[in-house]
């Protein structure tokens, strides 16, 4: 059987209220402190489709990281479509796009959000980062990087799907974490986009969040789907990062414009965003590989006129 039959019948197969267990993954080890040299940790967040969650769970893993005593720096990178603000009912007056036209700085566009977290909206400034003299991109780098002593955990909120922006973001980033929900059109689009990653740019390594999940049952078979079909047609190295409960609190939390954790700390959800939490603290980042916060604003200005041409899906 092909990987699309193999996908195609995974996918099939699932279904059933399986347990109604609510307890979330159990982090054993402890916890490491926030020493002053560590590197800052970059990691994408990314979905091979939209309306899974992506940017509810980046708010709250955001806000969860803050109550670790990790410095947050949220870059709100979904182009056209940046809702982060409105998520977390904050009102930035600029986006990176004043910075590149010299109106402001860095520090004038950063807003804090809940628990201390600090948003960088990008929105449709990304777009023009080519048009960049090099001294212009020199100065921008420079006022960039003055936020690595202020930051331990760069997450990158990132559109959905495979276009080229989402790709450009995803290969500077240290880490990709890839959010899918257990319906079957987020489980092949998650495929797809993971597929497009290791064929266009040979990335292999992805880490995996089920958002949505009713159990912790349901979670593990979409990861193990997921590894398996990975595995055995692309040798990609999955890492299963946990889930976060389907939880009626998070509709309310976003109606009311709040963090999840922030405004419903004891909610099933609320204790999977503070597992994860604790993931991400525990994964210490790879020096050796995509470097840190410099190399990602390195690649993303300095390589901009080279950002690739939109993908196919495959």
């Known amino acids: 059987m092909d990987q699309a039959g193999t996908l195609r019948s995974i996918v099939k197969k699932r279904g059933g209220p399986g347990s109604s267990e609510n307890k979330s993954m159990d982090i054993k080890g402890e916890l490491p402190g926030n020493e002053g040299n560590s590197p800052v940790q970059v990691i994408a967040v990314t979905s091979g489709k939209g309306g899974v969650g992506k940017t509810n769970v980046v708010a709250n893993l955001g806000y969860a990281l803050t109550r670790l005593n990790k410095r947050v720096l949220v870059l709100d990178a979904d182009v056209g479509l940046a809702n982060m603000d409105v998520i977390l009912g904050l009102s930035p007056k600029y986006n990176l796009q004043h910075v590149l036209n010299g109106e402001k700085t860095i520090s004038d566009v950063i807003i804090s959000g809940p628990g201390g977290m600090k948003i960088l909206p990008a929105s449709s400034g990304v777009q023009e980062l080519s048009d960049l003299s090099k001294a212009q991109k020199l100065c921008l780098l420079s006022e960039l990087n003055s936020l690595y002593d202020e930051t331990d955990v760069l997450l990158i909120d990132t559109s959905a799907g495979i276009s080229s922006n989402v790709m450009y973001f995803n290969m500077a980033a240290q880490e990709i974490l890839i959010v899918v929900s257990p319906e079957p059109t987020s489980i092949t689009d998650a495929y797809a986009m993971m597929k497009v990653l290791f064929l266009k740019h040979s990335e292999n390594h992805f880490r ?22 990975g595995q055995k047609f692309l040798n990609l190295s999955i890492d299963y990062w946990g889930y976060i409960m389907q939880d009626d609190h998070v509709a309310k939390a976003v109606r009311q414009q709040k963090a999840l954790v922030e405004r419903y700390p004891n909610s099933p959800a609320s204790r999977c965003f503070s597992d994860l939490a604790k993931i991400v603290c525990e994964n210490r980042p790879n ?17 901009s006129d080279a950002l690739p041409l939109e993908v196919s899906k495959i």
């Open 287 to 303: 020096t050796s590989s995509r470097g840190n916060i410099s190399f990602f604003w390195e690649q993303i200005i300095e390589n």
């Open 208 to 229: 995996l969040l089920v958002n949505s999940a009713r159990n912790a049952e349901e979670a593990r078979e979409v990861f193990n789907n997921l590894s398996l079909v």
